[in-house]
């Protein structure tokens, strides 16, 4: 949106022998409204922030006040509230909402969560089973077994100054002639057994639940976990591994391991699988995670045989005028209405402009499906290059306006939960002449390498002659960069026996 504004601006030129003149001059600029300046911002808000600015609003300006939910909360899952949308979406328009869910994304995992309301702990009616137990860290669960043991005052002491100075995967970072020097004097003991003292205390921790806590590096981690297995040959041989070929392990040099160690194929793989039931991070499971909440700002459903955009109502706020300061207003026109005139014009706008803000994000939503259908379809293989220009002349938007759009804004399909701007990426030529998505060409090769042999585990060099068969170039550092933005290891990593 453009807004231009005309001035006159009158210029007085003084010249030699010359009477001063007075002469006018018209001029264009562009000006941003505060109306204008308010829709760019709410328009890069993600819906987060969007009801932050919004409960501001509220408390600022007495003209504005919230709509009640009409709508109850589905209290059903994803699935029922996005079946619920698609049988709405016969009598609604696709401006229209058809679902009302929250989305929680824990561990870089997406699960839905019924909108419904959290209920007050407190409340009498609340059964026991609902209240949700408190979280256990690593210290507390240290703390208790400590609690328990038969230890000394002195030695409980110098256990639970360890266990302060664990780190949250269970490790012990510093080195206990580190850890001797700040350790309190009164839980020290003689200074000629402070180093003892602490090794000792280290044994009582090495000791406690979760095996390999208190470990200073992986190795002692796996050795303190294999101790805690009953004896056994596999037993015997995973422990020769790990405390003198842990190296040769990770490098997944099998021929020269069975040397070393003196077994075959089958005592080895047996080690092996032994090894990987072993936790190298302990400390893990008591790791507090913060789970991250997102409301999807669209809602993705195939609606007669046609992938449709719908707005999620629950990520619009729905705002109106008060009544009681709107008649106040009318009554006291003739008196110049005082603040509240100003508050009803920058409730107006404010409202318009979430409506605007909106129909917008639909918009660009709807033609970012129009162009992705196949990945709808069929996935991440049949995503299709697509630029933010692309869509900026479809919808007759400039392209830093998608682009806000586009940013920490969601939709909700049934292949899951994306940001807008997933579906943008850079193309690949193939020999046809047309291009591949790189998004496209990464589930290719995550698709190749979950299909090869273990033992014999395709180089990036065959996959680029794999892919270059079907018509997709790419050169081998290219591959190798995908298949490092996947997470997947190098090929001899991947090697198995």
Known sequence: MKVYAASISANISVCKAVKPQLSLKLTQHLALTPQLQQSIRLLQLSTLELNQEIEQALQDNPLLERVDAETPAYAGGAEDALAHAEASAEDAQPQESLLAAEWSIDAGEWQAVAQGGVRDPNDEDVEAGEIAPAHVTLRDHLTEQLALSQLSDAEKARVAFLIEALEEDGYLSASLEELAEVMPAEIAGAPEEKLENLAIALKHLQSFDP??????????CLLLQLDNLPPSDTQRLARAIVAEHLETLAARDYSALKKAIGCD??????????????????GAPYAFIEPRYVTPDVIVRKVQGRWTAFLNQEAVPKLRINRLYADLIRQNRANGGGNLVGQLQEAKWLIKNIEQRAQTILRVAQAIVDRQRAFFDHGEVAMRPLTLREIAETVGLHESTVSRVTNQKYLASPRGIFELKYFFGSHVATESGGAASSTAIRALIKQLIAAEDGQKPLSDAKIAEILAAQGITVARRTVAKYRESLGIPAVAQRKTL
């Open 211 to 220: 095996p390999g806590v208190g470990a200073r590096d992986a190795r002692e």
């Open 265 to 282: 194929e089958d005592a080895l793989r047996a080690a092996m699988q032994l090894i990987r039931t072993l936790n190298p991070r302990p």
